[in-house]
Every structure is written in C-alpha cells, then in structure tokens.
C-alpha cells in the first residue's frame, strides 16, 4: 500500500512569488491535513479538509491557502512569498475526518526554501 | 484552545539508560493523545496514542507512554536507549469533542550516547 505521496521533494523561489505543493493520500483515506515545521515553532497546523472541504484552518494569513479534489488529493498554495515561509511542510493522511481517534499517517514533506 | 507543552528541546540519555520524553497537555475534555517520531529528512512515523482505557500505553519499537490525567501529562518512555532511538520526537493532541485538529508540541530532540 503506497504511503503519502508529497511533490515536489525540494522547492526554491524568490520572494514575491507563488508555490503550489501537492499531496496525495493513502488510498482510501478522505482526510488530509497540512502542517508547516520550522526549528523555531514546531509544527504548526495550516489546514485540515474532508471531502473536499476545509474543515479547519490554523492561524496563518490569507496567502496561505488550500484545497481538496474529489480523488482526495490536495493541494496548498502560497502567494506573495516571504523569506520566513522557508520550511518544511507536511501532509498527514487519515481514513475520516470524523473517526478523531486514529492515527494521521505523514509524507516526507516539501522543503521550501524562499531566496 | 488546546496545547502541548515539550518542556525539553533536548535530552541526552546514555545507550541502556532508560529514556523519558515529557509532555503536557491542555484541551477542554477528554483527550486524544499521540507520540509521533522524525528521523531526519523523514516525514513523520506514528508511534502510540492513548485514546481510552489502561493508563500505560505500549507502541513501537519498545516505547511506551503514560497517561496521567490529573497532571495532564502523557510522557513517552523506553527502559533501555538504543542509538538509533536518536531522533526529534513529537506529543500531540486532539479534543475528544468538537471540530479541532490534530494539535502538536514543538518536538524534543533526543540524543543517545553509545
């Protein structure tokens, strides 16, 4: 069964530019959520969806946005970047969002790097 | 709003030594709670999570974690380090009710020393 599926693995762009990072899931899995990490912060939750709706947005600004397609695989986008979106960010997969109790199951994540 | 609190970035433990990971939680009724681990330039590998019942909760590669609800703590555990438990690992947690995300610690790097 193949795992969560990040692309691309490495990303460079300048500032003032925008990204699209890309996620699909584990087969069967409806749920997908996006977390940046940085050394500093952790993991920060961005945004959570199920069938093809937001059902949960972190505390982050309007540039960062997402979405979800009917094969559940999702896409985040960031506008306008700047040098401190440098990160990596991750998609974590699970089987419903309404089953809270089972585990997320994580890409290797996209390495940002805004020059 | 709920929160975990990693009070340690770092903690060295010799190789045999037992190892303790800490972590606190805040959430408004029961929670879900998880310990997740990241190898470098690795996504991240799930390991445990207490959900309900027996306090102690076993998980992968011989580590274990206990639930103490009166000091919201949910402290991850091995008996004997091995070097290859080196890695940054991370407590989270979810709301047992209402719309929240899977919320996570800043991480707690650990270094075993052979």
């Known amino acids: 069964k193949a795992g969560v599926t990040q692309t691309p693995r490495y990303l460079i762009k300048t500032r003032g530019q925008q990204v699209t990072l890309s996620c699909s899931p584990i087969?069967?899995?409806?749920?997908v959520s996006w977390y940046q990490q940085t050394p500093g912060q952790g993991l920060q939750f961005l945004f959570e969806y199920f069938s093809e709706t937001q059902r949960n947005k972190g505390n982050f600004p309007g540039r960062f946005s997402g979405r979800q397609f009917s094969n559940s695989r999702s896409e985040m986008n960031v506008s306008t970047l700047e040098l401190g979106d440098s990160a990596l960010y991750l998609c974590a997969s699970s089987v419903t969002y309404r089953t809270l109790n089972t585990e997320a199951f994580f890409g290797q994540g996209t390495r940002l790097t805004v020059v | 709003a709920q929160s975990v609190a990693q009070p340690e970035d770092q903690v060295n433990v010799a190789e045999g030594n037992p190892l303790t990971v800490k972590c606190t939680y805040s959430v408004s009724g029961n929670p879900y709670l998880f310990w997740y681990v990241q190898y470098p330039n690795r996504g991240l590998q799930f390991l445990l999570k207490?959900?309900?019942?027996?306090?102690l909760v076993k998980g992968s590669y011989g580590f274990e974690a206990e639930f103490n609800k009166s000091q919201t703590s949910f402290h991850l555990k091995k008996p004997s380090a091995l070097v290859s438990d080196s890695a940054l690992y991370f407590c989270?947690?979810?709301?047992?009710?209402?719309?929240?995300?899977?919320?996570f610690g800043k991480g707690t790097r650990l270094s075993v020393i052979a």
């Open positions: 207490y959900i309900t019942g027996d306090n």
């Open positions: 087969s069967g899995h409806r749920s």
């Open positions: 989270a947690v979810r709301a047992y009710s209402g719309n929240t995300p899977l919320v």
